[in-house]
C-alpha cells in the first residue's frame, strides 16, 4: 500500500491522521540506522528473530537491520512465558545482542524497535515510550491482551505520529497473496482456515493463539466482515463472519490433536488449498520495509477488522452462538 492510500485508510479509521504536520509522514523518512532493539524474551519469536537477522550469513537480506540490544522482561505472571526469559536471554547473548535493564535503555541505544513480549496485557505499557521517541515499532501478535488496549495503542500512534505494524506470521505463507488478489483462482467468494487456539484466561480468547488462523482468513478475504457467529466447545471453536458482499469466512480453532496452520480459499474459477506454513523470513522482509518507509505494509483496517472479529467471537460465544455485528467495535475507534 503506498503512502497516501496508507494515510487515506487511516483516517477512515479515525486515525485523524491527515497529509499535513499531523500526520505519519513525520517519520517516514529512513531511521537513523539500522540497530534494531528489542523489548521481551518470553516468547520463541525472539529468538527465531535474533537467529535470522544476526546469523553470520544473513548478509545484505535485510539489508543491515541487526539486533542489538534487548530487555528481556516479558511476562512475570503467565508461566509459559516468563520460564522461557533465562533462557532466551542466554542465547541471544551469544548472537551479540546486549542485555538491557530498562525499555528506556533500549530506546536510547536503538532506531527502530520490535515489540516481542509474549504477554499481550504489557504491551500498552512497553509500546507508550516508543511512540513517544518517534521510533517505529512492530508489535508482534497480539496487538494487547483486550481490545480496549488494542484501541489505545491505536490512540497512541496517532497521538504521537509514529506508525506501528503488526501481522501474524501466517499471513506471508506462499500462496496467500496471490489468492487473494485474484492470479490463482480468480475472484474469492469464501474461505476456511484453521489452526491452533490454545486459551489464556487474561487474554481475549483468539488473540492468545487463535490470531493466526484469523489472520489467514482475512488475508485471504480481505476487509469488510460485518459480522461473526461462534460456537465454542471444550476442545475447539467454530467461529463463521459475514462480510458486506454476503461472502462467508470460517475459523476453526482447534485445542487437541497436532498443532497445524492450514485452510481452503474457494474462487471464480477453482478452490485451492493454502500453504503450509514457511518460516519467519517473509514476516521479517516486511517489517524490514517497514522500518525503511516508515509505511504500515497492511491496510489499518483490516487489522482493526481482525480484532473486532475476534473480540465480537467472544460476545458471540457469550451470548450462546448469537450473530454479533463488528460495527459498534470499530466505532470505538473515534
Known sequence: MDRRNF????SLFGLGVGLGTNSFALHTGKPAGKRIGMIGLDTSHSVEFVKAMNAKDAGSIFDGYTIT???????RDIESSYSRIEGYTKTVKEFGVKIAASIDEVIANSDVIMLETNDGKLHLE????????GKRIFIDKPIAAQYKDVVAIFKASRQYNTPFFSASSLRYVDNLAAIRNGSLIGKIHGADTYSPSVLEPSHSDFYWYGIHGVEMLFTAMGSGCVSVSRTHAPNMDIAVGTWTDGRMGTFRGTRQGKHKYGGIAFGETGNMIISEYSGYKPLLLEIVKFFNTGIVPVDLKETMEIYAFMEAADESKRKGGLQVALQPYLDMLK
Not at 494515510?7 to 487511516?10: A, E, F, G, N, V
Not at 540490544?69 to 511476562?75: E, L, M, N, R, V
Open 7 to 10: 494515510l487515506r485508510t487511516s
Open 69 to 75: 540490544i534487548a530487555y528481556p522482561h516479558g511476562s
Open 126 to 133: 512497553q509500546a507508550l515510550p516508543v511512540f513517544k521517541a
